[in-house]
């Protein structure tokens, strides 16, 4: 990581850190024993899925492994772990299966 | 409670996978302990997104700890801050879900009773999270890049969003935060995912609602 210097690094580890100490933190210790409105809870309820798919969306469609080109035995294997994940709601048959699909993929198609 | 071994393997495979040090993979599993927002974090870094960037986007992946701790406030809001820094400190999703189960079970029991669980809880999840992650950053370093392991955080991403595909808002909110984030994929890294999951907030937001109105 020569992107970053050592003190940029150890910052966002630091402040992020603190950060979600401070979130768990919040209501249990700061804010007291008074329920967070219903409007508040409906976009908290949302943040996960409002994150994940659009952060992995590009890294599917253009990895950076092949420098950005578009590759199908990764796009295999990030709809395989979809698949996997919703019919058997388990996160670890998910990883199993996408990781599966991707090496054989990348042998029969690589 | 499985589930923490092979989060922490990969995130430790991933983090030196993006160039971190094992100081600096271990300082995100000890000070943070939080995968998916650690998962972001490294993400974004190795796209070279702005400090910023990175802070914002992972710290947002963690507001659903805002709820959680809402939602432990009447149970253990009482305790003593010590007590309630260190429930803060080990807040992660398998101890929540855990402990909030059994509260609403069995309400009457006595803080100490609900802090002795919690306890019993986080005492075998969270040292796995640190021994998973050293191992990983350990042999991460050893495995050739034929097994494409660039791949296994978004593997991992989506393994973990299937299962949160509960309701139409979800997805509708998933779906949303996808085409957004492609869209605006030209921005600096990190800008676009962060406007795209803003809309997908509202989005999950405003189709619970409609939800509810079509239902009542």
């Not at chain 1, 994940?52 to 796009?75: E, K, N, Q």
């Not at chain 2, 005492?123 to 791949?151: H, K, M, N, R």
């Not at chain 2, 991403?157 to 808002?169: G, K, S, Y």
């Amino acid at each position: 990581m020569d992107y970053y210097s050592k003190p940029e690094i150890w910052l966002i580890i630091i402040v992020m850190g603190i950060g979600t100490f401070i979130l768990r933190y919040s209501f249990l210790g700061l804010i007291g024993n008074r329920p967070l409105p219903e409007w508040a809870l409906r976009y908290l309820r949302y943040t996960p899925v409002a994150v994940l798919p659009g952060l992995v969306a590009p890294l599917v469609i253009w990895p950076s492994a092949t420098g950005g080109a578009f590759d199908p035995p990764r796009l295999i294997a990030a709809c395989t772990t979809v698949l996997v994940g919703i019919v058997t709601r388990n996160v670890l048959a998910a990883i199993g299966g996408g990781l599966g699909a991707l090496y054989l993929a990348l042998y029969l198609l690589g | 409670m499985l589930v923490i071994v092979p989060f922490g393997l990969l995130f430790g495979v991933a983090g030196t996978e993006a160039g971190l040090n094992l100081s600096e993979v271990m300082g995100f599993s000890i000070l943070v302990i939080a995968g998916a927002s650690q998962f972001t974090a490294v993400q974004l870094m190795s796209d070279h997104a702005p400090v910023i960037l990175v802070l914002l986007t992972s710290l947002a992946v963690n507001l659903r700890m805002a709820m959680y701790s809402a939602s432990l406030a009447p149970h253990l809001g009482t305790a003593s801050s010590w007590h309630k820094s260190l429930i803060a400190y080990f807040m992660v999703d398998q101890a929540y879900v855990l402990s909030i189960q059994d509260y609403e079970a069995r309400p009457k029991q006595s803080l100490q009773q609900k802090l002795a669980y919690y306890a019993g809880v986080c005492t075998p999840l969270c040292p796995q999270w640190y021994v998973s992650t050293w191992v990983g950053a350990v042999i991460g370093q050893a495995i050739p890049p034929e097994f494409a392991l660039d791949f296994a955080a978004p593997i991992t991403f989506l393994a973990m969003l299937a299962p949160a595909m509960r309701t139409l808002a979800h997805v509708a909110a998933a779906a949303v935060s996808v085409i957004v984030a492609l869209v605006l994929a030209f921005l600096p890294s990190g800008l676009g995912l962060l406007i795209a999951a803003g809309a997908a907030m509202v989005t999950g937001a405003k189709v619970e609602v409609w939800m509810q109105r079509r239902r009542a």
